[in-house]
């Protein structure tokens, strides 16, 4: 490991590390705008000079394109270093435009930061600045390109890191430009980390764009109930609507990036018909008396039908808190029937799966990047796991030889752009014994069970794709309270009742099966059917917990407290000029607390 000394701080690091990598390492901050640690270095933004008194090289020296070595005395503090950065800051300067105040990426601006602390703060340049015309890119991101400072990382991600092809530089000198040949939407499913990425604000996100600057948010650490992989973000949120998701870096799972699926999901949170209000026959009630109203609707049910009549319904969009109080509430009520699945295929796949993983053979996406052969069997990455292709392309990039398996899911032309494959029509076709870390990514939505246990026998690293943000954790449930799924339990003719705490079944659910409850935070089916609706939060308005599909446990924060959003108060929804407690449409509770106070109740009833 090189031993260098930065600032007079001794500083130990791995090799290949380079001096700004290793200044960060030891609590010191270089300015920077075209390096970051998911994209490498490139040189352009000569930002982050040092000077190197002592070792192989002397002199200023970009740090990002330096790598440690023993023996080197480097200073940030030195004069010369000090006014280059100054200087670089000052030409920088010259043709941004002046727009702080109405920028949206103004309080969380690199550029802002380190003019601020490199000191520039009289404008000398009196001559007329560069502008640019700005392009449509879409109904997610803003462009503005006057106040690019040409860093290149909007390019080095989309076309490099990505695999993007419709985005990308053009011109030469003072007139280089970021874009597309012509207007149009981004083609890339990963285009929103343009947002992320970018130190100005060229690229901004067009859905929460002058709706709030970045001090005002409520935000808090998330994890993405888009799909299985269990991203981390950090939503944030004003008056009480969810304006943006942005992606929190963990190095183990999706790295510095998310999926523009999980970025821009704001919208079921948001919408206007989620269910808000408790109501018992259609007749809004509070809560306490949809509460009340369910008991008695219940314990009339069990007198006429027997608990063997009545099924406990969930599914794995329920965090793991609310899985294990429906697995209670089955257990006070005798109810004969426990699901979190819907149909009988996905719940034996999934129960499957997850009985095959264990500490040795299951893969994190960073598992999946590190990986020198991949082959991917029974499922559409771009479609079910949208990390998980961009993590398969990060291999590939290092030179991971990649397969498809069979004929079930065939690349589409997104995923031919992201890295090339070969093709083999069995698991024993593919060559893993030529490899040093191979690995297999299987879905579970089409052959079945053989598929899944012959890719467990091969004795490599395997990630399945699962459905939803938390079937790992409701597949462990299903298997030890012996759950079954929902169509197994109609096939048997017991169920005459349900209580569906966000659950997915089906529409041609029969008449003949009354739906006591429905716990949902989205409008669905069962709860225009349900007798009581009991409105719940979303997962950003509660802490809660998912398994991820390789079996991690995370846990997620509450965000903003629920209630219906400021701007979507009409007249009618206007709270009363009075002091209150809980905003309009804020009387509704997690479902694991829902059931929490069902059976409180129940106790109370049974006493």
Known sequence: MPELIIDDIPAHVPEGTNVLEAARSIGITIPHFCWHPALGKAGACRACAVKMLEGPIKGIQMSCMLPAQDGMVVSTTDGEAVAMRRAVIEWLMINHPHDCPVCDEGGECQLQDYTIAGGHSIRRYNGLKRTHVNQYLGEQIEHEMNRCIQCYRCVH???????????????????????RQQDGQLESPFSGNLADICPTGVFTDKTARFRARYWDYDMAPSICPGCSLGCNTVPMARYRELLKVTARRNDEVNGWFICDRGRFSNTAVNAPERPRQAQVDDEAVSMDIALDSLIERLTGFLELHGPEGLAIVGSPRMSQEAAIMAARLREVTGAGTLC??????????????????????STSQEDVRQADLI??????????????????????RNGARIFI???ECRLDSGQQNLYEVGAAVSLAAVPFTEARRPLVICGIRHKGLEAIRDTAQLGVKTSFIMDGPNAFGCAMLALEQGAISFSEALAGGRVKGIISLEADLPPELSPEIRVLAAADWLSTHLTEKAEVVLPVTSWVEMDGTYVNNEGRTQHFKQVMKPGVPIKGLTPELHPPRIHRHDPPGGDILPTEKIISELLERLGAANE
């Open 157 to 179: 991600f989309y076309q490099e890191y990505a695999g993007g092809t419709d985005f990308g530089v053009m011109g030469r000198a003072g007139s280089v430009y970021f874009g």
């Open 340 to 361: 979190y699945f819907g149909d009988v295929l996905h719940a034996e796949r999934t129960l499957e799966a997850v009985s095959l993983l264990n500490t040795d053979n």
């Open 375 to 396: 082959a991917i069997m029974e499922c559409d990455l771009l479609t079910e796991a949208p990390m998980m292709a961009l993590a398969v392309r990060q291999a590939w």
């Open 405 to 407: 398996v069979g004929s």
